[in-house]
């Protein structure tokens, strides 16, 4: 599986701004589907994610209420809605993806990742 994230960008404390990662491979909706982002100096960390079916949706407690992970499996692409933006979600958001996964909070159980995105959130 290859993947390509885009979308991220410059945005005002606040702001909102919606991730997309494209995804090759024919069997996209057995791979559970997670983002993850890093901050300069910071470790990998998980963001939220999404099961092959769209049915479990897991996000990460700094991130709950405002970032929203949806998935097409038609078209091979999982998105992050980003809302209420603040300095400190400013990272690389990387997609990653995994067939039979059951941590999805636990990047290390992830097989595939996209390159990444940068995000920057000014105050």
């Known amino acids: 599986v290859q993947l390509q994230a885009f979308g991220g960008g410059l945005v005002q404390a606040g702001g909102s701004l919606r991730l997309s990662c494209a995804a090759s491979?024919?069997?996209?909706?057995?791979?559970?589907m997670g983002w993850f982002r890093q901050a300069p100096g910071k470790e990998r960390e998980f963001v939220a994610a999404?099961?092959?079916?769209?049915?479990?949706?897991y996000y990460a407690d700094s991130v709950k209420g405002r970032f929203t992970i949806s998935r097409d499996n038609a078209k091979s692409m999982v998105s992050l809605r980003m809302n209420s933006l603040k300095p400190e979600d400013t990272a690389v958001y990387h997609c990653?993806?995994?067939?039979?996964?059951?941590?999805?909070?636990?990047?290390?159980?992830?097989?595939?990742w996209g390159q990444g995105t940068l995000v920057t959130v000014s105050s």
């Open positions: 990653a993806a995994k067939d039979g996964i059951k941590k999805f909070s636990d990047r290390d159980e992830y097989d595939y």
């Open positions: 491979g024919r069997t996209f909706s057995s791979y559970a």
């Open positions: 999404i099961s092959g079916s769209g049915n479990s949706i």
